[in-house]
C-alpha cells in the first residue's frame, strides 16, 4: 500500500471518529456533565471517555447507544455506530468487513499470513508492526482492536460454519518471534477444536496446487447470496458475479482436497510445536 492510498483511507476513519467525538462532548457539555460523571453512568473511566471524544479509542457500540441514552441525543449519537464501526477498517476492507460479521458460511484461503480471524493479540501486533510503509503507532493499535473484534464472530449464535485452508509456509514462519510463533500455533488448535470450524494445511510437499493465484475469501449471506473477497498489496474486489463467485468456489474445493485433512492438519501442528 503507498502513502497516496494509506493517508486518505486514514483521514476518512479519522475524520468519522473526531465528528462522533465532537458530537459526544457537545451533548455531554449541553447535559451539563464531565467526563467522569458520563464514565460512571456508562462504565467507563474518565480518561477513555477523554480518548473517545478525541478520536484516540474507538467507542463500541454498546457505549455509543448507552450515551445515547443517557445524554438524551435522540439517537444522533446511535445512527453514527455503524460508520464508527467501519472506521476501525482501511478503506479497502471496509465493504469485506461487515459482509464478514454477517456471514453464514466463510471459507478463507491463506498464503502470507495466519488469517486475522485466526491470529492472537500478540501475532497481529507484529503483524501490523511489519507493514511498508510503516504504520503509525495509533493506526497500529486501530486496526489490531478490530481485528480482534471480528473474533466475535466464533461465539455468534447460530453459529457460522467456518473453514481455513492455510499454506505451510505460513506455519514455518516465525513472524514475531519463537513465543508469539508458538503461541499462534496453540492458539490455531484451540480454535480448531470447535465444532464450527475446521483448519487445513496445504503441504509444501504437495505436487498440485491449485491457488497459486493468491489469496481469497468465500463468504454465504444469510440470505443465500454468495459473495467472494481477493485482495493483494492493499488492492481489494468484493466479486458478486455469479460466474467469478462460482470458479472460487471450485478453486477452493480442489485446495481443500489438495490439503491435509483437519485432523492430519493438527498433527503437523502439533509436531511443528514439538520439533521447536
Known amino acids: 500500500m503507498d502513502d497516496e492510498v494509506q493517508q486518505p483511507e486514514y483521514e476518512f476513519g479519522m475524520g468519522i471518529l473526531s465528528l462522533f467525538g465532537r458530537q459526544l462532548k457537545l451533548f455531554r457539555e449541553r447535559a451539563g456533565m464531565d ?15 477523554a480518548s473517545f471524544e478525541q478520536a484516540r479509542r474507538i467507542p463500541p457500540p454498546k457505549f455509543i447507544d448507552r450515551a445515547d441514552e443517557v445524554l438524551q441525543a435522540g439517537g444522533v449519537l446511535s445512527a ?10 482501511p478503506a479497502f476492507f471496509r465493504d469485506a468487513a461487515k459482509l464478514e460479521a454477517e456471514a453464514v458460511v466463510l471459507h478463507v484461503y491463506a498464503t502470507q499470513a495466519v488469517p486475522g480471524l485466526l491470529q492472537t493479540e500478540e501475532y497481529g501486533r507484529a503483524v501490523f508492526a511489519m507493514w511498508r510503509p510503516q504504520l503509525d503507532e495509533e493506526v497500529i493499535e486501530q486496526r489490531l482492536t478490530a481485528r480482534l473484534a471480528r473474533q466475535k464472530v466464533f461465539s455468534r449464535r447460530p453459529a457460522p460454519h467456518l473453514s481455513f485452508v492455510i499454506e505451510e509456509a505460513v506455519l514455518l ?5 519463537e513465543a508469539v510463533w508458538r503461541g499462534q500455533l496453540e492458539h490455531l488448535m484451540l480454535i480448531a477444536d470447535k465444532r464450527n470450524v ?11 496446487h491449485a491457488g497459486l493465484a493468491g489469496p481469497f475469501t468465500l463468504m454465504e449471506a444469510k440470505d443465500g ?37 483437519p485432523a492430519e492438519s493438527r498433527a503437523l501442528i502439533e509436531k511443528l510445536l514439538g520439533e521447536r
Not at 514462519?173 to 518471534?177: D, E, K, Q, S, V
Open 35 to 49: 467526563r467522569a460523571k458520563l464514565g460512571s453512568l456508562t462504565g467507563y473511566s474518565a480518561s477513555t471517555i
Open 198 to 208: 475446521e483448519i487445513q494445511v496445504l503441504p509444501l510437499s504437495c505436487q498440485e
Open 80 to 89: 453514527s455506530k455503524e460508520e464508527v464501526a467501519r472506521a476501525q477498517y
Open 173 to 177: 514462519r516465525p513472524l514475531g518471534g
Open 225 to 261: 447470496r454468495r459473495i467472494a473477497y481477493a485482495e493483494v498489496q492493499g488492492d481489494s474486489r468484493v466479486h458478486t458475479e455469479r460466474q467469478r463467485v462460482r470458479e472460487l468456489e471450485r478453486t477452493y474445493g480442489t485446495l481443500r482436497a489438495q490439503a491435509h485433512t
